[in-house]
């Protein structure tokens, strides 16, 4: 399923992750269902004195408060509202709001401008909002494309302000606010002096510390492929510090047409959906938020320009792409503390 905020396809898969986690002592598990995706967290207490019916609780309150602040999903909620807003003048923002679009303007300024909040139109145009995909004409294209473009967007993150220079700009966080999620929840543990963690929200994933047995966290890669579930790479997280591990592909959210595929990664500069072979990426980060938004961006960008972006950063990436027929894997150097064997031949890890 997938929360109303986002629009993930392509990840991790959270039932390989956990039976990888099952050997030796055993984690406190916390799970539920909020808005529409699921959230499973694994805990090791030490001997903590945690109310886990007050934790829950408050991680559903905070998914609530984000729901309301970033859906575009719902008319009533708050970003829906600053996209109504037909106006150049400054708008007053949640602190929230202001940091994730100043987080995405530096990513934006890093890839070329492929990664951009403004997409919201081209989205909705080709359908992939409200799943009625359909082919635009160049027309259509060519009318919404003047008003694409972070550079007509303006933020002042300490005065919690957003203006917009062009009144028909709308935005759509939903390629970060998944990341952003994810580092809340795991604040949530923080607060409570949890060291030693697993959150997993709608696939994607935060750890830090070590399992209840001391050994690192496993985190499984899904395959790349449209019509199965399968594991593609087992990541053995061996820092300890704590690290999120996002992915984003192309090969769940696409249609077809005329028998050519159109993902839902759509290059602003053009106003069509990426033609090119890279189909996933997947990133480590300190924090999630900016793991999300990387992870989209160099999917935009495409194999080769992004892994040269991602190893200019210093950024810890997998990318997955096709060639002839196979899937091929290419990780940049940091990444390579983190590679673990493909899994073994025989029975799939079993899913949740």
Same mark, same amino acid.
């Given at each position: 399923?997938?929360? !109303?905020?986002?629009?993930?396809? @392509?990840?991790?898969?959270?039932? &390989?992750?956990?039976?990888? +986690? =099952?050997?030796? $002592? %055993?984690?406190?598990?916390? %799970?539920?269902?909020? =808005?529409?995706?699921?959230?499973h967290i694994k805990m090791v207490l030490d001997g903590l004195q945690v109310n886990q019916a007050e934790l829950k609780q408050a991680i559903d309150a905070a998914y609530n408060d984000i729901d309301l602040k970033l859906s575009n999903y719902r008319e009533d909620s708050e970003i829906s509202r600053i996209n109504r807003e037909a106006t150049t003048d400054w708008l007053a923002v949640s !602190? $929230?709001?202001?940091?994730?679009? #100043? /987080?995405?303007?530096?990513? *934006?300024?890093?890839? $070329?401008? +492929?990664? #951009?909040?403004? /997409?919201?139109?081209?989205?909705?145009?080709?359908?992939?909002?409200? *799943? =009625?995909?359909?082919?635009?004409?160049?027309?259509?294209? &060519?009318?919404?494309?003047?008003? /694409? @473009?972070?550079?007509?967007? $303006?933020? #002042?993150? !300490?005065? *919690?302000?957003?203006r917009k220079k062009d009144p028909a700009l709308?935005?759509?966080?939903?390629?970060? &606010? =998944?990341?952003?999620?994810?580092?809340?929840?795991?604040?949530?543990?923080? &607060?409570?002096g949890i060291r030693n963690y697993l959150v997993e929200v709608g696939g994607e994933m935060q750890v830090k510390g070590r399992k209840a047995n001391g050994n690192p966290w496993r985190v499984a890669v899904e395959k790349p492929t449209p019509y199965t579930r399968e594991v593609e790479r087992i990541l053995d997280i061996h820092q300890t510090t704590g690290t999120a591990i996002m992915t984003s592909g192309t090969y769940r959210n696409f249609f077809k047409d005329k028998g050519k595929a159109y993902s839902h990664i759509i290059d602003p500069k053009t106003g069509r959906p990426v033609d090119h072979h890279l189909l996933s990426t997947t990133l480590l980060h300190p924090d999630p938020t900016w793991a999300d938004a990387w992870s989209t961006a160099l999917l935009c960008l495409g194999e080769q320009k992004g892994y040269a972006v991602a190893e200019q950063e210093g950024l810890k990436a997998l990318l997955i792409y096709g060639e002839n027929g196979e899937l091929k894997e290419r990780f940049t150097p940091a990444f390579g503390a983190e590679m673990a064997s493909p899994p073994p031949a025989g029975p799939a890890i079993e899913p949740h």
């Open positions: 399923m997938m929360l !109303p905020i986002l629009r993930r396809f @392509g990840g991790l898969l959270l039932g &390989a992750a956990l039976a990888a +986690c =099952q050997s030796g $002592e %055993s984690e406190t598990l916390l %799970s539920g269902e909020v =808005q529409g995706t699921s959230y !602190p $929230e709001i202001a940091e994730l679009v #100043d /987080i995405a303007r530096q990513v *934006h300024d890093k890839t $070329e401008g +492929c990664y #951009d909040l403004t /997409i919201k139109p081209l989205f909705d145009l080709w359908g992939f909002s409200r *799943h =009625q995909n359909r082919v635009p004409t160049d027309a259509e294209i &060519a009318a919404v494309l003047p008003h /694409i @473009g972070m550079d007509k967007l $303006e933020v #002042d993150v !300490p005065g *919690h302000r957003l709308r935005i759509d966080l939903s390629s970060i &606010a =998944q990341g952003y999620t994810v580092g809340r929840v795991a604040g949530l543990l923080e &607060a409570k």
